[in-house]
Nanobody, 123 residues
Framework: QVQLVESGGGLAQAGGSLRLSCAAS????????MGWFRQAPGKEREFVAV????????YYADSVKGRFTISRDNAKNTVYLQMNSLKPEDTAVYYC????????????????WGQGTQVTVSS
């Protein structure tokens, strides 16, 4: 069992930055690929970024590539999402998730989800 708790969301201006954190419970954090997803009002949940177990591989949605960076610290059981050059269309609830599969953008291959943190970007 893994519990995930996101933090770091809030209000930012367009062009600004936010850093999301996701703290995981348990001693098997390094066994999971970790992903970030987001869901805007009236839209389906969408993939944002994923990092492999050893941080050797990262993948991003085209919409955030070059602006967002995912990283993890296995010693701290934490995954991060650094978001720069924020746009109003980045406004959403952001969720972190843990997958026993290889790094994947498929939400159905994730075993555990956090409760989400709201990110609002004003123009």
């Amino acid at each position: 069992q893994v519990q995930l708790v996101e933090s770091g969301g809030g209000l930012a201006q367009a062009g600004g930055s936010l850093r999301l954190s996701c703290a995981a419970s348990g001693r098997t954090f390094s066994s999971y690929a970790m992903g970030w997803f987001r869901q805007a009002p009236g839209k389906e949940r969408e993939f944002v970024a994923v990092i492999s177990r050893s941080s050797g591989s990262t993948y991003y949605a085209d919409s955030v590539k070059g602006r967002f960076t995912i990283s993890r610290d296995n010693a701290k059981n934490t995954v991060y999402l650094q978001m720069n050059s924020l746009k109003p269309e980045d406004t959403a609830v952001y969720y972190c998730a843990a997958s026993l599969s290889d790094a994947t953008s498929d939400p159905y291959r994730y075993n555990y989800w956090g409760q989400g943190t709201q990110v609002t970007v004003s123009s």
